[in-house]
């Protein structure tokens, strides 16, 4: 099903995530967001930034465990723990972050 954002078309996958990667901007992370009952706010782009700067130099979307331990170390540990990630993404901090930072699934998500 396509996500509409200002007129323009985008596709995605049977489960939302966006088919082309280079299509994303914020206007099109908050639909997504909005898509999953989301308002964004600076911890939220935090994340989600942090993803597509993990992405671009590792070519793939980090599983939950990675994450977690990634943002520790760059953003600390108040921020680096499961319980506090969840309580931004409760759908599932990679499975839901990375569908609003416009990667694809994790590896290893159901």
Same mark, same amino acid.
């Given at each position: 099903?396509? &996500?509409?954002?200002? +007129?323009? @078309?985008?596709?995605?996958?049977?489960?939302? $995530?966006? *088919?082309?990667?280079?299509?994303?901007?914020?206007?099109? #992370?908050? #639909? &997504? *967001? !909005? @898509?999953?009952?989301?308002?964004?706010?600076?911890?939220?782009?935090?994340?989600?930034? /942090?993803?597509?700067? $993990?992405?671009?130099?590792?070519?793939?979307?980090? #599983?939950?465990?990675?994450?977690? !331990? #990634?943002? +520790?170390?760059?953003? =600390? !540990?108040?921020?680096?723990?499961?319980?506090?990630? $969840?309580?931004? /993404?409760? $759908?599932?901090? *990679?499975?839901?972050?990375?569908?609003?930072? =416009?990667?694809? !699934?994790?590896? =290893?998500?159901?």
């Amino acid at each position: 099903m396509p &996500l509409e954002v200002d +007129g323009k @078309s985008y596709e995605t996958d049977e489960e939302g $995530y966006l *088919a082309d990667l280079s299509q994303w901007d914020e206007k099109v #992370a908050v #639909a &997504l *967001a !909005k @898509s999953e009952n989301l308002d964004m706010s600076d911890s939220h782009w935090e994340v989600v930034n /942090f993803l597509r700067e $993990y992405y671009s130099e590792y070519q793939i979307a980090p #599983a939950v465990r990675v994450l977690t !331990k #990634a943002i +520790g170390k760059k953003l =600390g !540990k108040d921020k680096g723990n499961s319980k506090y990630l $969840y309580e931004l /993404f409760p $759908y599932g901090p *990679a499975k839901q972050a990375c569908k609003i930072a =416009g990667l694809p !699934k994790p590896t =290893g998500c159901v």
